[in-house]
C-alpha cells in the first residue's frame, strides 16, 4: 500500500534555502508527485509536478525560487531565498490505483 | 483561464441535508477528474471522493463511503457534493480541485460546512 511520509515540521532562516522531503513506500520509487502549498487561512495551490527522474513543471505563476528534485523513492521540494510568504504547510500528493493520496504535511516555519 | 468557483459558506443543524457546489470553467470539464478535499480545522488534506464527469464513475474514500453522495452535471460543468444527515463532525472546509493524473492542479476556494446544534 502506498504512503506518502513527510516530516511534519522544519524551518530555516529568511533569505536561506530549505528541503522539504516526501517519501513513498518501497516498490513506488516510480510514481510521480504533486506539491501543494497551503499558506496560513489560505486554500491550498498547486506549485509543480515532480517526476522520478527530478524533472518538474511548475503551476502557474510560480517563482522560480520553487524547485524540485528526486533520488529513489524520495521526492524533495526546495525553496531558495526564502521570504515570508513562504511560511506555510507543504503537502505532496500522488495517485494510486484510481485515488489521490496526501502526504501528512510539513509546517515550514521561516525565522 | 482554469477556476473552480465553489458554492458559499453553510450553516446547517444537525440532522440536515446538504449540497454543496463546484463550476469548472476554462477547460474542457468532462476531459478531467474532479476530487473532493476535506480539511477539518487545524488539521491536513483528506481525500473523499473523485468523479469522472464524462460518464460520472466515482470513487470514495473507505471513510467517506455512505456518508456522502458525489455527482455532477456535465452540462452546466458542475460537480456536487451532498449529505443526506449531517453530524457535527462534518464541520470542515470542503475544496473541489481538478484532477490530472497524477496530480490535482486546480482548486476550488473552499466551501465551509458548519453544523451545530
Known amino acids: 500500500q502506498l504512503v506518502l511520509t513527510q516530516s511534519p515540521s522544519a524551518s530555516a532562516s529568511l533569505g536561506a534555502s530549505v528541503k522539504l522531503t516526501c517519501t513513498l513506500t518501497?516498490?513506488?520509487?516510480?510514481?510521480?508527485i504533486a506539491w501543494h502549498q497551503q499558506q496560513p487561512e489560505k486554500g491550498p495551490r498547486f506549485l509543480m509536478r515532480?517526476?522520478?527522474?527530478?524533472?518538474?513543471n511548475k503551476g502557474d505563476g510560480i517563482p522560480d525560487r520553487f524547485s524540485g528534485s528526486s533520488s529513489g523513492a524520495e521526492r524533495f521540494l526546495t525553496i531558495s531565498s526564502l521570504q515570508s510568504e513562504d511560511e506555510a504547510d507543504y503537502y505532496c500528493q500522488t495517485w494510486d490505483t484510481g485515488i489521490p493520496l496526501f502526504g501528512g504535511g510539513t509546517k515550514l516555519t521561516v525565522l | 483561464e482554469v477556476q473552480l468557483v465553489q458554492s458559499g459558506s453553510e450553516v446547517k443543524k444537525p440532522g440536515e441535508s446538504l449540497k454543496i457546489s463546484c463550476k469548472g470553467s476554462?477547460?474542457?470539464?468532462?476531459?478531467?477528474?474532479i476530487a473532493w478535499v476535506r480539511q477539518m480545522p487545524g488539521k491536513g488534506l483528506e481525500w473523499v471522493g473523485t468523479?469522472?464527469?464524462?460518464?460520472?464513475?466515482?470513487r470514495y474514500s473507505p471513510s467517506f463511503q455512505g456518508q456522502v453522495t458525489i455527482s455532477a452535471d456535465k452540462s452546466i460543468s458542475t460537480a456536487y457534493l451532498q449529505w443526506s444527515s449531517l453530524k457535527a463532525s462534518d464541520t470542515a472546509i470542503y475544496y473541489c480541485?481538478?484532477?490530472?493524473?497524477?496530480?490535482?492542479?486546480?482548486w476550488g476556494q473552499g466551501t465551509l460546512v458548519t453544523v451545530s446544534s
Open positions: 480541485v481538478r484532477g490530472i493524473i497524477p496530480c490535482l492542479d486546480y
Open positions: 518501497s516498490g513506488h520509487s516510480s510514481y510521480a
Open positions: 468523479i469522472y464527469p464524462a460518464d460520472s464513475d466515482t
Open positions: 476554462g477547460y474542457p470539464f468532462t476531459t478531467n477528474w
Open positions: 515532480l517526476n522520478s527522474d527530478g524533472s518538474h
